[in-house]
């Protein structure tokens, strides 16, 4: 029994499912998650003491390589004076400038401690901004665990919206419509069949959590023409694609701007931050500038915000990481086609800067529809052949997988190695 699979099994006694949160238990590919000891740059290490070529990244905070040493720096300094106050700090200040300084369409913004925590007040503003109950969400897309979040498309756009998980009121679910990805044509018979009733349409502007899937040409301009045409306030959740696809974001890559903009991820440099801010005129009426209640005890916590600042000040000041993340991303994608190839296979790659995706389907994959038509059970064996290879991938088709600068182009061509070897692997 190796040192993870023991932990496993204790785990699982005293955590629910053995881990806190789904995906890592490995359930969508079989096997026994790694319990990690500790992570350097480009690598991280299991408790058995053995070393994986990074390619979750904590799920996308650490583009920078695990342990950068000038967040590791801002954090040392930072606990020298102790670990929380609840009070306000310089610290949060100079970070809502710079969030404002890297982001335009942020015309202020407020820290929470999480991403679910950033949708979940981002959409109870936008209903106290607009008097409106219901908001449209897009099938496939992840906005963290919010009640009004997890609701399933049903079959068509114009379905009502059922919970996905027992615990979701009915009367939850009927406020959230939903509509397949990159289809216009079924927001606006949502937004015809509810007219004056949606206040905000909230997507990922580049989808992560489906797999990666990309917006297609006129797609973000048309939700954006329909919300300014109806009155509707326009979230991106930036969760994933903030600071990562571009210093502004994936609003900045498409030239698209939204009303309010959710993150997490990246701006907390691997502590729990999240933030949502947009418009000055939306985000004034939060309390206690105004009505809207949004609250934290641990909000803009110093040390977060101390790496979190270390982070994004690393990224303002080095536009030359954008363009090494575009250029890791792009040999991964060519090397992983080229893969493809030479196994006969005609599978989809989805990428966009450091953002992609190997899809197990011949089929384009431009909604979640497409993204199910994956084989999965072989996604689970090339996912296993991989790790066994020392890549260490995200357990899902569903994921996007996230490159840091870290990555050496010596580890890049191991990695292409290594899905040719294992593409060849799961086909047998
Ligand atoms: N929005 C998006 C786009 C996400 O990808 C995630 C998490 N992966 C969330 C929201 C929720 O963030 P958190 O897990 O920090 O609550």
């Given at each position: 029994?190796?040192?993870?699979?023991?932990?496993?099994?204790?785990?699982?006694?005293?955590?629910?499912?053995?881990?806190?949160?789904?995906?890592?238990?490995?359930?969508?590919?079989?096997?026994?998650?790694?319990?990690?000891?500790?992570?350097?740059?480009?690598?991280?290490?299991?408790?058995?003491?053995?070393?994986?070529?990074?390619?979750?990244?904590?799920?996308?905070?650490?583009?920078?390589?695990?342990?950068?040493?000038?967040?590791?720096?801002?954090?040392?300094?930072?606990?020298?004076?102790?670990?929380?106050?609840?009070?306000?700090?310089?610290?949060?200040v100079e970070m809502a400038e710079l969030?404002?300084?890297?982001?335009?369409?942020?015309?202020?913004?407020?820290?929470?401690?999480?991403?679910?925590?950033?949708?979940?007040?981002?959409?109870?503003?936008?209903?106290?901004?607009?008097?409106?109950?219901?908001?449209?969400?897009?099938?496939?897309?992840?906005?963290?665990?919010?009640?009004?979040?997890?609701?399933?498309?049903?079959?068509?756009?114009?379905?009502?919206?059922?919970?996905?998980?027992?615990?979701?009121?009915?009367?939850?679910?009927?406020?959230?419509?939903?509509?397949?990805?990159?289809?216009?044509?079924?927001?606006?018979?949502?937004?015809?069949?509810?007219?004056?009733?949606?206040?905000?349409?909230?997507?990922?502007?580049?989808?992560?959590?489906?797999?990666?899937?990309?917006?297609?040409?006129?797609?973000?301009?048309?939700?954006?023409?329909?919300?300014?045409?109806?009155?509707?306030?326009?979230?991106?959740?930036?969760?994933?694609?903030?600071?990562?696809?571009?210093?502004?974001?994936?609003?900045?890559?498409?030239?698209?701007?939204?009303?309010?903009?959710?993150?997490?991820?990246?701006?907390?440099?691997?502590?729990?931050?999240?933030?949502?801010?947009?418009?000055?005129?939306?985000?004034?009426?939060?309390?206690?500038?105004?009505?809207?209640?949004?609250?934290?005890?641990?909000?803009?916590?110093?040390?977060?915000?101390?790496?979190?600042?270390?982070?994004?000040?690393?990224?303002?000041?080095?536009?030359?990481?954008?363009?090494?993340?575009?250029?890791?991303?792009?040999?991964?994608?060519?090397?992983?086609r080229a893969g493809l190839v030479k196994?006969?296979?005609?599978?989809?790659?989805?990428?966009?800067?450091?953002?992609?995706?190997?899809?197990?389907?011949?089929?384009?994959?431009?909604?979640?529809?497409?993204?199910?038509?994956?084989?999965?059970?072989?996604?689970?064996?090339?996912?296993?052949?991989?790790?066994?290879?020392?890549?260490?991938?995200?357990?899902?088709?569903?994921?996007?997988?996230?490159?840091?600068?870290?990555?050496?182009?010596?580890?890049?061509?191991?990695?292409?190695?290594?899905?040719?070897?294992?593409?060849?692997?799961?086909?047998?």
């Amino acid at each position: 029994m190796t040192t993870s699979e023991q932990l496993f099994e204790q785990a699982k006694q005293v955590i629910p499912g053995g881990v806190n949160s789904p995906v890592r238990a490995f359930r969508a590919v079989g096997g026994t998650p790694l319990f990690i000891k500790s992570a350097k740059g480009p690598y991280i290490y299991d408790e058995d003491g053995k070393q994986y070529i990074e390619l979750i990244n904590s799920w996308g905070p650490m583009i920078l390589g695990h342990a950068f040493e000038p967040v590791e720096e801002a954090v040392r300094e930072a606990i020298q004076h102790s670990f929380s106050f609840g009070a306000p700090t310089r610290k949060e200040v100079e970070m809502a400038e710079l969030i404002i300084d890297m982001v335009p369409s942020v015309e202020k913004v407020r820290m929470v401690n999480s991403g679910t925590e950033a949708t979940m007040a981002a959409i109870r503003v936008a209903r106290g901004f607009t008097g409106r109950d219901k908001i449209i969400k897009f099938e496939g897309c992840y906005h963290g665990h919010g009640d009004s979040f997890l609701i399933a498309a049903g079959s068509g756009a114009v379905t009502m919206g059922t919970p996905d998980s027992p615990g979701v009121t009915k009367a939850t679910a009927l406020d959230t419509l939903t509509a397949p990805y990159n289809n216009l044509q079924a927001v606006e018979m949502l937004i015809d069949n509810n007219a004056n009733q949606i206040a905000a349409i909230i997507l990922e502007p580049v989808v992560g959590n489906m797999g990666c899937v990309l917006p297609e040409p006129g797609f973000l301009e048309g939700i954006r023409t329909l919300c300014d045409q109806h009155g509707i306030i326009l979230i991106f959740d930036e969760v994933m694609t903030g600071f990562r696809l571009a210093k502004g974001g994936a609003q900045e890559r498409y030239g698209v701007t939204p009303d309010l903009t959710t993150m997490g991820k990246i701006i907390g440099g691997g502590m729990p931050v999240g933030a949502y801010g947009g418009r000055a005129d939306i985000m004034n009426i939060v309390s206690p500038a105004g009505p809207v209640y949004q609250a934290g005890t641990l909000s803009g916590n110093p040390i977060a915000m101390s790496a979190g600042l270390a982070m994004l000040r690393h990224l303002n000041e080095h536009p030359e990481v954008y363009t090494r993340l575009d250029g890791i991303g792009g040999r991964l994608a060519d090397g992983f086609r080229a893969g493809l190839v030479k196994a006969g296979l005609n599978y989809t790659i989805n990428q966009i800067g450091s953002m992609f995706t190997l899809f197990m389907t011949d089929r384009s994959v431009s909604n979640f529809v497409d993204a199910k038509s994956c084989d999965l059970p072989l996604f689970g064996r090339y996912f296993h052949a991989m790790l066994k290879r020392g890549v260490y991938l995200a357990p899902s088709q569903f994921e996007s997988l996230f490159v840091s600068v870290a990555l050496t182009d010596d580890l890049i061509e191991q990695v292409i190695q290594a899905n040719e070897e294992s593409l060849m692997e799961a086909c047998q």
